[in-house]
């Protein structure tokens, strides 16, 4: 029998740290309908049709915990929604990405589910869950189903859309470091870091890669220059401008010689070890193609070297590999590089296959190459004879543990004269752990924005952390590119609240961002003048190269709709949980238990190094105190608030009041802020309609913040007051 | 008339601070004198009215065709708008020859405006024509072409201004500040610390306005579209007026603004798509275009731009009006003027059809007809400063977005009604930012004030106060130059500084050899000072690169010359006399810095009257403590190093510092005068650098002359109980100070090796033997292959010949070969001999006797 198809009711796609997890998910209402009552156990042949497609499958260990565990639970009947979960990260793994996090939860309407998948980046993610549901129901119906055509739809996917290997080296290295990052393109311009303390990189050039300094790298003749005054080894060369001037320069220069052409890169256009006039010719028309201007140059003895230059420092270095024919005497020598070249399963195409493969249309060079030594495509070489085809090949063979100090110092010299802060160096040299100047070697080419695959994934010898370089490069072993950030949450006065913390950050002497119901303000100016807690509002805050600090005010029904647009913050508050105060209807947060998950997000997300500030009256706010990552202060309108009594007897923070005073207490120790008598202050409450837990709640966020208790009662003063320094609010009205 | 041996002297040089052309003239005898060449200077002011007077080098001397090229040269060059002033003639001892010297700002044009003044002069000599406009125009395009850009030219200027050193890196825009690691770069108006990635970002407009609004900066909305209908789309969406152009175009190519219909949709949407294929529609902002130029954190200038327009008349067609407008002498064809002339191409009569007109319309008067939808100079457009009326709120938001986006060189393009009132206030934004944005509009704007927006971008590159510029001690003199340099250097590596030297033996960079050979030229200076790990240089300063390019600086903050004494190389390239030579050399002492230092030496008159040539202060230094010359300079409160009871003393008022001998091994505790000369230089070049003296002290300490440190200088090694020295002395003041450091070692028989360099004066070489034969109880005479130029056996007869009448010698020998003649002396010598060996091969000799010297140790 045929089941009818289960329906998608909607999918969001959760970019921010969620009720589910950190990381970015696609949460997707599935109505499996029908299939309610057939759970995968009822369904004959569904099992074997599935495990078939997605032998893979065997690696998910889902709630058991171990190998196996999800095929266990489909032997013993698990639903379609739950099933789906799992082949949309299948289907994520076999497209190359790596394996993520997956959840399928009932909702309180039967057969509808929440299916929600890690998802790194947002088509890729609809993409294989649409997949996935279709994958299901074919197995299901017993109905074909072309899985390879499908993956290769959902690579290209990947490929468009997803950061390409080099720039996801990175941006991996710098999670590692726990520097969290944004994509600012759907290309490869990624921001490590938030606030001012962002760095940008694009592939592998950094934000200190020096525009001018990577025109010189194009301009090979102006850097062999610059090079050479500096002592640094380079070939002997010059420009010419036609093919007669080309061949006068190699005489002039010495057989064998190399053209090139000055202004490309990646070894195009390049012809290498020309021996005689007609091949000199030829290359300088191969060149010119190219190039504006075609240099000719001294041919060096010995293999290519790429050295990765990073910082200060050269963190790898591959050695190419020549591809060569052997003769047979049967085949022609194109038969023959298919044969004995293109073969090999780690040629290919693309980026993705660590060699290229060799067409002779496609690599006038390798002609040139395999005709200066005497034959062409269709000769067919006798048995034993071996011809060279490509010489620039690829870099194979990681070298690095085998670099000469001395030709380390050099090659760092070379990136520092061009002036780049990474750079890809390519030398010419027998013998790379020996001295430069005790063998034939030269630099030959400095590159801006070098490709990082081939260190990352060598044939031979080890890889390369080339992105945790990078990522040290950019960010000293102190530094997290963090700036402080409170996220608040609640349903009283959370407004004013934000506003208060923003002010204290301000009067300490930064530059504040705010994202709150009523408006988007950077640096005490407003912006937007609308709700501002979505995501793309506070994202703003985080891309702003200015601002030093932020505040966010946010929702419950913003996490269920958004996620938070910051994946950590240093300090996380919740002021109540008012569960009636939200309408979360169509989040289908129904009961106390859920509506606590969505709540406790905001404290998941506090540092390790950071603070939770709670309200000690609310005992489901106080709950909250397990979920943090980092120190908790309480804050009570009462002293003698049973959970600060607890918490002081551990000797932690604690704000409250008592007979007139604000209090800041560590352990016994007490600290009498200011009394509320004061006029400016009871003027807050009185007039403004301050409450006095919110006031609590903004000296507790101070403190946390390290603001100085003076400064703290001076922002109260003046918070709010028509003076040229207050922030440009009406206190009274977001007060109510 | 024969004009030889062209040379650019590219820095500062034997005749001028500037840059010139010198070529060695000789004429014909009948052209040595103007006043005995019939017509001739009236023929030449004839085809060539601009050319100044004929003025005499030196007063009353007489004047021939070689003056009148020297003249034609320099005004050729400054009627074609090069700024250039001086020019000499002087004669060489050589008759009708003379050395023309001629000011250039280009080298190219400077080369060019000598083979037209060659022409003219000829010209004039045959009473022939000369197509002088031709001429003019051929060095004013060239100068045009390879003379810095008008943006590029302002902040070399003001790094000028600032005493900041530049260097063209290429025939381009891209320019090198500072020496060594203080080097900073700029290409056009953008400076080395702009990152790529900002640029790019720049030149993808999309996400500059993605960036600039979250910055909350205000930017028109729009959005990138797939063709017409969708263009269409976007539009309503947007609401109207729109404006539609290339998604990263430049220079205003493919732009229609103010588009109010569906057909002006189509209509512009085609037109973008011929420049590029990604097309943006956006909301068009009313108003006027503003260039707001941010460098660094500030807004350093503003300027509103227009496009070109003429008003109608009734009279005049278009075309007319437009020629009206050109005729404007404001306008030129360039950049070097404030506007530049309306192009009145295709493109200005497509924009004319879109009002409704063509070339010959007449239109009404007092409509105003617009040629072109840019404002750029280049077209025809004018530039009003507006600098001082930018609202405060208006300055931030272009400053946030060039921060934004990551330019530290920023030009940003606001529209608006009116840079009074806050962009937010009339719906202004900002439309584009640019990277290396032009200057000329700033700099030189149609209507308004000039801003020195090249010194803001120098400021950017230089904090007050800063110049770029990193200690330069250059050494010259006749004696001592090698290891006073390499002292120099020893001191200031000792200071923890990263020192790249020059000399005769290579280059160097913090202890490392970078290049090998005779450097001691302008090239090899240039080469550290293009370093960037140097943070200090000294430069051995030779002759033959002072006359043959210049010096490779423009001036140094030390300058020490070691000695003149008998001179050396005299003869050569016109340097006659000792008294020629001390004006060459104190070349380097004229270029000292004007807050620098000249170490002079007392002793030599010739070199201590370079004081008064010298812009900056003096320290003398003299072994007698009690030389007239120190004696005045030391009462006058100034800085003289002497030395005293054993000690070398650094004396300047009441401040004194005394250095016991015993604790620099150089001078063997004070026997060496010639080394005790060295080191006293050394140490007043470190102290005029700032070095503290605890520092110079230890320096001086550590610093040992053996082969490895300064090879063929005073290498002494011990040889089966004997004394060998290895020296590359080759002039009578060596061979002096040798003697007189050999006397003062104890010895029961002294030897010594010699030869004599071929390009020597022969009373030079004589002289040589002639001082030894005093000393040396035996002397062996050799010879090798390379003879500089002498027939065999010419210089071993004047070798020997300076021995005849000697008061010493008892023995003299002669071998073909430096080893043998090594050998045979080292192999003579017993316990207690000393022999002075005059190695010529420096390194293959030193390796020579080391290995011998091994042997027997071994």
Known sequence: ?736 | MNVSRIRALRGPNLWTRHTAIEALVKCDEHQDDLGLIPHFEQRLRNLFPGMGALRPTERGAKMGVPHALEIATLHLQSVAGCPVTFSRTTPTPEDLVYQVVVEYTEEEVGVMALEFAQKLCACALNDQPFDLDTAIKSLRDLDEDIRLGPSTGSIVDAALNRGIPYRRLTQGSLVQFGWGSKQKRIQAAEIDATSAIAESIAQDKELTKKLLFAAGVPVPHGRPVEDEEDAWVAAQDIGFPVVIKPQDGNQGKGVTVNINTKEEVFAAFQNAKRFKDYIMVERYLPGNDYRLLVVGDKLVAAARREPPFVTGDGIHTVKALVDQVNADPKRGDGHATSLTKISFDEVAIARLKEQGLHADSMPAKGVRVILRNNANLSTGGSATDVTDDVHPEVASRAIEAAQMVGLDVCGVDVVCETVLRPLEEQQGGVVEVNAAPGLRMHLNPSYGKGRDVGEAIVSRLYPAGEDGRIPVIAVTGTNGKTTTVRLCAHLLRAQGLRVGMTNTDGVYVNGRQIDDGDCSGPRSARNVLMHPDVDAAVFETARGGMLREGLGFDRCQVAVVTNIGMGDHLGLNYITTVEDLAVLKRMIVQNVSPTGMAVLNAADPYVAAMASTCPGQVTYFALDAHHPVIATHRAQGKRVVFVEDDQIVAMQSSMQVRIPMVDIPLTRRGILNFQIENAMASIAAAWAVGIPWEIICKGLSSFVSDPTAVPGRFNVFDYKGSTVIADYGHNPDAIKALVQAVTNLPAKRRSVVISGAGDRRDEDIKEQTRIIGNVFDEVILYQDACQRGRVDGEVLALLREGLQGASKTEKVQEIYGEFLAIDQAMNNLKPGDLCLILIDQVEQALSHIMKKVNETAA
């Open chain 1, 1 to 736: 029998m045929s089941h009818p198809d289960i329906q998608i009711l909607r999918i969001r796609y959760l970019r921010g740290p969620n009720i589910w997890t950190y990381r970015s998910v696609i949460e997707a209402w599935v109505d499996i309908g029908v299939l309610e009552d057939f759970p995968s156990n009822l369904i004959p042949g569904f099992y074997d049709r599935l495990t078939t497609w997605l032998p893979g499958l065997i690696e998910h260990r889902c709630g058991i915990g171990e190998r196996g565990g999800f095929l266990m639970r489909l032997k013993d009947g698990t639903w379609a929604g739950h099933v789906m979960e799992h082949v949309a990260l299948e289907l994520q793994t076999l497209s190359g990405l790596e394996t993520g996090f997956g959840k399928a939860r009932e909702t309180t309407t039967r057969g509808v589910y929440k299916v929600i998948i890690y998802a790194v980046q947002e088509k890729v993610g609809e993409q294989s869950l649409l997949l996935a549901k279709e994958l299901v129901m074919a197995a299901i119906n017993d109905t074909p189903f072309d899985l390879q055509a499908h993956l290769n739809d959902l690579k290209d996917t990947v490929d468009e859309y997803c950061l390409g290997p080099s720039t996801g080296c990175i941006v991996e290295a710098a999670n590692d470091r726990k520097i969290p990052s944004i994509r600012l393109t759907e290309g490869n311009l990624v921001q490590l870091g938030y606030g001012d303390k962002q760095r940008r990189i694009w592939t592998a050039e950094t934000d200190r890669t020096s525009a001018i300094s990577e025109n010189i790298s194009s301009d090979k003749d102006l850097t062999k220059q610059l090079l050479k005054q500096c002592g640094i080894p380079v070939p002997q060369g010059q420009v010419v401008n036609n093919a007669d001037d080309a061949w006068r320069a190699s005489q002039e220069i010495g057989l064998p010689v190399v053209v090139k052409p000055s202004d490309s890169n990646r070894g195009r256009g390049v012809s290498l070890s020309l021996k005689n006039e007609a091949n000199i010719r030829a290359a300088f028309e191969i060149a010119s193609r190219y190039g504006t201007e075609v240099l000719v140059e001294r041919y060096v003895q010995g293999d290519e070297h790429r050295l990765l230059v990073v910082g200060d420092k050269v963190v790898a270095a591959a050695k190419g590999e020549t591809a060569y024919i052997q003769g047979d005497g049967k085949h022609t020598v194109e038969e023959l590089i298919e044969l004995q070249i293109n073969s090999d399963p780690r040629r290919g195409p693309t980026e993705d296959f660590p060699l290229n493969s060799v067409r002779l249309k496609d690599h006038p060079q390798a002609v040139l190459q395999i005709e200066s030594q005497g034959f062409n495509a269709k000769s067919v070489p006798e048995q034993g004879v071996s011809i060279i085809v490509q010489r620039n090949g690829n870099m194979n063979n990681d070298v690095t543990d085998l670099v000469h100090p001395e030709v380390a110092a050099t090659i760092c010299l070379a990136a520092r004269v061009v002036g780049l802060d990474i750079a890809g160096i390519d030398l010419v040299a027998q013998d790379i752990s020996k001295p430069l100047n005790e063998q034939d070697a030269a630099i030959v080419e400095v590159n801006a924005g070098p490709g990082l695959l081939m260190h990352l994934k060598p044939l031979h010898g080890q890889a390369r952390p080339v992105g945790r370089a990078i990522i040290d490069h950019l960010f000293t072993n102190n530094e997290n590119g963090r700036i402080p950030i409170v996220g608040i949450l609640g349903s009283v006065q959370t407004t004013l609240l934000s506003h208060l913390v923003a002010w204290f950050l301000h009067l300490s002497g930064k530059r504040v961002g705010l994202a709150c119901d009523e408006g988007l303000y950077m640096d005490q100016r407003k912006v937007v003048s609308t709700d501002a807690r979505d995501f793309s509002m506070g994202e703003r805050l985080l891309i702003n190269r200015t601002l030093q600090a932020a505040v966010f005010q946010t929702s419950p029904w913003h996490i269920c709709q958004d996620g938070l647009p910051y994946d950590r913050c240093l300090v996380g508050v919740v002021t109540d949980m008012k569960r009636e105060a939200w309408d979360l209807s169509d989040h289908d947060i129904s009961s106390d238990e859920k509506f606590k998950s969505v709540m406790r997000t905001q404290i998941d997300l506090v540092l390790t190094n950071g603070v939770s500030v709670l309200n000690a009256e609310d005992p489901f706010v106080v709950d909250l105190a397990q979920y943090s990552d980092g120190d908790v202060i309480f804050y009570s309108t009462d002293p003698d608030n049973d959970v600060m009594k607890t918490h002081r007897a551990e000797g932690r923070r604690n704000v409250y009041y008592r007979d007139g005073h604000v209090v800041l207490a560590r352990g016994g120790q007490e600290t009498l802020l200011f009394h509320l008598d004061f006029p400016p202050i009871a003027m807050r409450i009185k007039q403004d309609g301050f409450n006095l837990s919110t006031l609590l709640a903004g000296v507790a966020c101070g403190w946390a913040l390290d603001i100085a208790p003076l400064l703290i009662r001076a922002g109260l003063k003046n918070f709010g007051q028509k003076n040229s320094i207050s922030p440009p609010i009406d206190i009274r009205t977001i007060a109510s």
